[in-house]
């Protein structure tokens, strides 16, 4: 199976990097659980999903998490559903 270690690698060694995400809105805090198979990534998100917030709290959460700028994190599709595909450049 997929490792974090292994996804941020992948990352590091491209100009983008495209993700499959199953995001848990409304958690404690926000952090990557890990991959549900090998290609969806399961992250918490601790905001809720009205008016867009969960949504911008997730890409400030990976913008942080690859360190690159908000402006690099794009959700691709599914910005209303719990499932999205999000592309990550440098």
């Excluded at 199953?22 to 290609?39: C, Q, Y």
């Excluded at 969806?40 to 360190?67: C, D, H, Q, S, V």
Aim: charge should be positive; proline fraction near 3%; avoid cysteine.
């Amino acid at each position: 199976m997929r490792t974090l270690n292994q996804l941020f690698d992948e990352f590091e060694k491209s100009e983008r990097i495209v993700l499959r995400v199953k995001v848990i809105p409304r958690s404690a805090e926000n952090a990557i659980v890990g991959f549900l198979d090998e290609e969806t990534l399961k992250i918490r998100i601790a905001a809720i999903p009205e008016k867009w917030k969960a949504n911008k709290e997730l890409i400030a959460f990976l913008a942080g998490e690859f360190e690159v700028p908000k402006e690099n994190v794009k959700i691709i599709s599914g910005a209303g559903d719990l499932l999205k595909l999000i592309r990550v450049e440098k």
